[in-house]
């Protein structure tokens, strides 16, 4: 059986971890949380971790337990960040993807405007047919199984025909359950 389809994870799959965007990304959203809720950094740091172990995401933390409405300007604030300053372009990268014929998309909790700046950073937004973003999943994040369900069934690439590239180690159980092939790798 061959594989069909390829789905990619964004941050700290498609660049290395070592560049700080997505510690940089993380500080906004403890100042978020801080500020909205008059918590100190510790505190709504500390916040933060539990509601990825429950949802998965900070936003659907703040969305699930303080009832945040304006989950855009929660993502404009936290993704607005100079891309620049923490990517560099990657040669070997380009080259990798070009190599791949199989259709790619790319699945992640980013928005799609943060997603398409690092794509088109990096001058790999032509190999991806398709992102589907937190928006797309009504800002469900993963590693809730859904967020991948309706991503297959929109682009009808059939799971145990696919694969998915992440970055977490720790998300891999949930591709699993849901009969999903999982490569996690560190850049």
């Not at 969305?63 to 945040?68: C, I, K, S, T």
């Not at 929660?74 to 990798?96: M, P, R, W």
């Amino acid at each position: 059986m061959s594989l069909r389809h390829i789905l990619f994870d964004l941050d700290e799959t498609l660049y290395p971890s070592s560049s700080g965007l997505l510690d940089a990304i993380s500080r906004k959203m403890t100042e978020y949380v801080s500020d909205l809720l008059g918590l100190d950094p510790g505190e709504a740091a500390r916040m933060r971790k539990n509601w990825g172990k429950k949802y998965g995401t900070t936003l659907g933390g703040l969305v699930n337990d303080y009832g945040l409405s304006d989950p855009e300007g929660y993502l404009f604030y936290t993704h607005a960040v100079s891309i620049g300053d923490y990517l560099n372009k990657d040669l070997e990268l380009i080259e990798v993807l070009s190599s791949i014929s199989q259709p790619k998309s790319i699945l992640t909790n980013s928005p799609m405007e943060h997603s398409e700046r690092v794509l088109g950073y990096l001058e790999i937004i032509d190999q991806f047919e398709y992102i589907f973003d937190i928006r797309f999943n009504a800002f469900i994040g993963k590693p809730v199984l859904s967020t991948y369900e309706k991503a297959s069934t929109l682009r009808h690439f059939l799971r145990y025909r696919s694969m998915f590239c992440l970055w977490m180690t720790v998300w891999i159980i949930y591709f699993h359950s849901g009969n999903w092939g999982a490569y996690s790798f560190s850049r």
